[in-house]
């Protein structure tokens, strides 16, 4: 073999163990690619930027990378899956009917460019929505989005600029002049139904005591005259509950024309029970 022959060999056998080394040498690129994204993922996932975190462990999860980091990113990127929280986005115009070209940033970054339904995915924690569509004032919402949270409905109103202000929730559930009225009703019904008693007590009453008269005084028994004390104190005591409640009716009723806008007043009738009669009082707070 002379010197050219042999510095040919040479070559040619430097070239077959490169090409041999160049799929190690890619593998080995592979897989620390794998292992950075691993890391980075679950310190995205940590950080609560779950949707980054999400991308790193697809990537560390692909068929390219070891078994092991493999299992242990398709486990994180089930987690994190699931840890997404997802927001239902809509918008009204001023009478109260759906919009769709509206579009919506989430801290200055664009979130949706048109409101067609379906559900947006968003990172956990402290949010600034902004709802913008032409012609009309854009509105910002303020809202904090917890972990696993899905399908959460969030709405804005959209106004022309200038345009009145919405009512506030507690002007549109404010009672109405029904409701207002329950109470006045309520103890005028329950000064009624202790009239009624209070006559059927007294006359029953009168009735035994007239009875009693009549037939065995002075030497009628206890228990008779014990029965007939008994109609009387219930008597007296119904009399007192239908003045306490008819008080109160009329009471409730001059507060409410007096300051209706001040909150409805607590009203309560006491009872006391007195040998041969009943101290019925009236009290508020206003």
Not at 63 to 68: K, Q, R, V
Request: hydrophobic share 45%.
């Amino acid at each position: 073999m002379n010197q050219r022959t042999s510095r040919r060999f040479l070559v040619a056998a430097a070239l077959s163990a490169l090409a041999c080394l160049e799929p190690a040498r890619a593998r080995a690129g592979d897989a620390e690619a794998c292992f950075t994204a691993s890391e980075e993922g679950q310190r995205l996932r940590d950080e609560g930027r779950l949707r980054e975190a999400r991308a790193r462990f697809i990537a560390c999860g692909g068929a390219g990378c070891p078994d092991l980091v493999q299992s242990d990113c398709a486990g994180w990127l089930t987690d994190v899956t699931a840890r997404v929280p997802t927001l239902i986005l809509s918008a009204q115009d001023e009478q109260g009917h759906d919009v769709a070209d509206a579009r919506v940033t989430i801290d200055g970054a664009p979130l949706a460019a048109r409101l067609d339904g379906k559900a947006v995915e968003v990172d956990p924690g402290e949010h600034v929505l902004r709802f913008e569509r032409a012609g009309s004032a854009p509105v910002e919402l303020r809202l904090v989005v917890r972990e696993g949270e899905k399908l959460r409905r969030v709405s804005a109103r959209l106004a022309r600029p200038g345009a009145g202000a919405i009512p506030p929730r507690e002007d549109r559930d404010a009672p109405s002049p029904a409701s207002a009225l329950f109470l006045p009703i309520a103890l005028g019904g329950a000064a009624a139904v202790s009239g009624v008693v209070y006559a059927a007590l007294g006359l029953s009453a009168r009735a035994d005591a007239d009875r009693l008269r009549a037939t065995c005084a002075p030497r009628c028994t206890e228990a008779d005259v014990d029965a007939v004390r008994a109609k009387i104190l219930g008597a007296n005591i119904a009399f007192g509950v239908g003045v306490a409640a008819l008080g109160g009716a009329v009471a409730a009723l001059v507060l409410r024309r007096a300051e209706p806008a001040a909150p409805a007043a607590a009203t309560a009738v006491h009872v006391l029970p007195l040998p041969g009669g009943a101290a019925a009082a009236l009290g508020g707070r206003f």
